[in-house]
Structures are given as structure tokens and as C-alpha cells.
């Protein structure tokens, strides 16, 4: 039981956010009933799915083997971190952001037993790498999947529309990941012995993993997820106890932060307003309220009042960027690097990231206009 009240007890962005909502609470009308219902639970079933999924793994060891094998395939710390970067985005694309951070994220951790890398710096681009490569197909993230539902073009004409800003948003990141990482060789440290992991746990992992994602796929989440945790515990169920629950929490104290916050009447009156606001009043509103409230919900909160055009797309993906609320994959990243500082560290490369994209956001926009 002490293990598994320990992350709740300890986790004082949790109790922010607890916090946070008794003080809305009292400013913003709502009855109980309504809490439940506030809580996206099918994003909370996929997260609770992919927790415990991404802990057999990480328990069978593979991870450190194939880290160990990354450690000697790539020579130097700049062509593993562009390895890295780039697998992050392009694995975001189809298999999502959050996806492609509970594969990257673990096998990232597990290259510091081989070698001195700058492990905290490594995650906080990749989180910037998923919310990049992710935002060029409708099935790459929460906010395109809505946007694809309320917007008139198919999956082709929806990629090509994405197109040009995730273009250059994940060259830049590239070239900002080459000046960032420097070229000298990696420099091995730890266990240079051949890592042991158990393949019956692995291979049960992964033949569960793929049926959790057709499982979702065809809307039956809450069965694969059955199915998950039954596997788990007849094979391996001290993972279970091990498994960063206080997660599943924050994200559910944080749709009703944000289900409060909706509720406030200065911020209902204001949204019958937006209509009337110009294209650059649009974008930059689409971006804040991102910024504040995290970029689906205010995707959700937008389309009630606003159609799903290019320039939304572009503006709720481009909030996903900035501060930690922006994308609940930054928080997913951060909180399973399990390093404190790199919340203050993340910062240091998001926020300019934020403000370059919407600099090449807007300066694309009018370009495909004028054409």
C-alpha cells in the first residue's frame, strides 16, 4: 500500500492542480454530477493501458539491450540525438504523440547504464519532436483527429494541409538538435556486460501492445485494457505496484481544472465573441488558450464557436509548444524522465520553439493566401 500511495503523496504538481480546482470551485458554477463527465475517460483508459504496457517492457530488460546496441551503433553523441529526434517524429505521425514518447522515453532512459549522455536533454526533444512530427496527420494527435472530424478535407487532403509547417518545424528541430548535441564520441561507462531480460515477459508485452492499439482502433478500449491488466497479473504483477499512477490522477484533476475553467462566466461571455475576431485574432487566441488550458481542450472549447480551417489546425498544433501545459505529451515526457530539474530545462528550449513557430506559422499562412 506504501508503494502505491507513495507517487500521490509525493507529486506536488498533482496537488497544484487539486488545489487549483477547489479554488475554481468556488468562483465557477457546476454541480457534481457533471465532474464525471468532465474527464475525457477514453484518453485516461489509453494512458492507463499504455502505463502498464510500457512497464513490461521497461521490466524485461529489452530496453537495455537495445540501448546497449544504439550505444555502439552510433559513435557520437550528434547522430544518436538526431537518430532519436527523428525517430520520435516520424513514429508520431501513426502511431501518435503520446505513443511514440512510452516507446522513446524508456529506451532513452536506459542509454545512461552504457554511457554519459545528456539523457534530461535528449527527452525534452523528443517531447519537442512528437508535438512537431505529430501534427502532420489527422490520426497524430488528439487535436487533429478533431479537427479532421469537423473539417471537409479527407486524410490526404488533411496531410497536405499540414504539410509546410511540419516541414519546417522538424528541420528546425533537426538543426536545432545538430547545434545542440555536441560531436564528440560517446563515452561508455556502467555495465559493458550483455544485459539480461526475460523474453516471455517481452514478447507478452509486445503481442499485448499491438492488440491494445487495434483495440483502440476499433473503440474497444476499456476490453484491451482488460485484457492488459489480466496478462499482468497472472505473469508479472509487482510491475503493477511499480507503475507511476499519480499520472492517471494529474490528468484527471486536470480535465476538470479545465472543465471548471470553461465554466467561469468572463470566459463564457468572451467566447460568444471570437467570432467577430480577425484571422491574427483567431491564431493568436487559438495558441494561448492552448497555452493555458492545454491545446485539446481548447481545440474542444474552439470548434463550438469556430470551423475547423487550416489556420486552426495550425494555431492549436503550434500551442502545443511553449509552456508544459501546452501538450499533455510535454507532460508525459517530463514526468517519466523522473528529473526535476527538466521541468525548469524544457522551458529553455520550448518557449523560443513556441515563438519560432508561430513566426513561420503566420509567415506561411499569408504565403499560401497570396497564392
Given at each position: ?6 507517487p ?11 488545489l ?6 468556488f468562483?465557477?458554477?457546476?454541480s457534481?454530477q457533471?465532474?464525471p463527465r ?5 484518453t485516461i483508459?489509453?494512458?492507463?493501458g ?23 551503433r ?36 536506459s542509454?545512461?547504464?552504457?554511457s ?9 526533444f523528443e ?8 501534427l502532420?496527420?489527422p ?6 483527429i ?5 473539417g471537409?478535407?479527407g ?8 504539410l ?5 518545424m ?8 545538430a ?5 564528440r ?15 516471455p515477459?517481452?514478447i507478452a508485452?509486445v503481442i ?14 476499456i ?14 504483477r ?9 499520472l ?15 465554466r467561469l462566466p ?5 467566447l ?7 484571422a ?5 487566441l487559438?495558441?494561448g488558450l ?6 485539446v ?13 487550416t489556420?486552426m ?11 508544459l ?12 524522465a ?34
Amino acid at each position: 500500500m506504501a508503494t502505491l500511495l507513495r507517487p500521490f503523496l509525493q507529486d506536488r504538481f498533482l496537488h497544484l492542480l487539486v488545489l487549483l480546482g477547489l479554488i475554481l470551485a468556488f468562483f465557477a458554477p457546476f454541480s457534481l454530477q457533471q465532474l464525471p463527465r468532465a474527464v475525457d475517460w477514453p484518453t485516461i483508459i489509453t494512458l492507463c493501458g499504455l502505463l502498464m504496457l510500457t512497464k513490461g517492457i521497461e521490466a524485461s530488460g529489452y530496453f537495455d539491450v537495445l540501448g546497449r546496441r544504439l550505444v555502439k551503433r552510433f559513435h557520437r553523441q550528434r547522430t544518436l540525438a538526431l537518430f532519436l529526434i527523428a525517430a520520435a517524429a516520424l513514429l508520431s505521425t501513426f502511431l501518435t504523440n503520446d505513443v511514440a514518447l512510452f516507446i522513446l522515453v524508456p529506451l532513452t532512459l536506459s542509454l545512461r547504464r552504457y554511457s554519459t549522455l545528456p539523457i534530461a536533454r535528449l527527452i525534452i526533444f523528443e517531447a519537442l519532436a512528437v508535438n512537431a512530427g505529430s501534427l502532420l496527420t489527422p490520426i497524430g494527435n488528439p487535436q487533429n483527429i478533431l479537427m479532421w472530424r469537423h473539417g471537409e478535407a479527407g486524410f490526404a487532403g488533411f496531410v497536405w494541409q499540414m504539410l509546410p509547417l511540419a516541414a519546417v518545424m522538424v528541420a528546425s528541430l533537426l538543426l536545432l538538435t545538430a547545434l545542440c548535441f555536441s560531436a564528440r564520441k560517446i563515452e561508455l561507462s556502467g555495465e559493458q556486460d550483455s544485459p539480461q531480460w526475460q523474453r516471455p515477459l517481452m514478447i507478452a508485452s509486445v503481442i499485448l501492445y499491438g492488440l491494445f492499439i487495434v483495440a483502440l482502433e476499433l473503440d474497444q478500449a476499456i476490453w484491451g485494457l482488460a485484457l492488459v491488466f489480466a496478462v499482468f497479473m497472472l505473469m508479472a504483477r509487482r510491475i503493477l505496484l511499480n507503475i507511476d499512477w499519480s499520472l492517471l490522477a494529474v490528468f484527471i484533476a486536470m480535465f476538470i481544472d479545465v472543465f471548471l475553467l470553461t465554466r467561469l462566466p468572463a470566459l463564457q461571455s468572451s467566447l460568444h465573441h471570437i467570432t467577430q475576431l480577425s484571422a491574427g485574432g483567431q491564431y493568436l487566441l487559438a495558441i494561448g488558450l492552448s497555452q493555458a488550458i492545454s491545446n485539446v481542450p481548447a481545440t474542444i472549447l474552439l470548434l463550438s464557436s469556430l470551423p475547423a480551417t487550416t489556420l486552426m489546425a495550425w494555431a492549436v498544433n503550434i500551442g502545443g509548444f511553449g509552456l508544459l501545459p501546452g501538450s499533455l505529451a510535454n507532460l508525459i515526457a517530463l514526468r517519466m524522465a523522473k528529473d526535476r530539474s527538466i521541468w525548469w530545462h524544457f522551458h529553455l528550449y520550448s518557449v523560443p520553439m513556441l515563438a519560432w513557430a508561430m513566426a513561420v506559422g503566420w509567415g506561411l499562412l499569408l504565403i499560401l493566401n497570396a497564392v
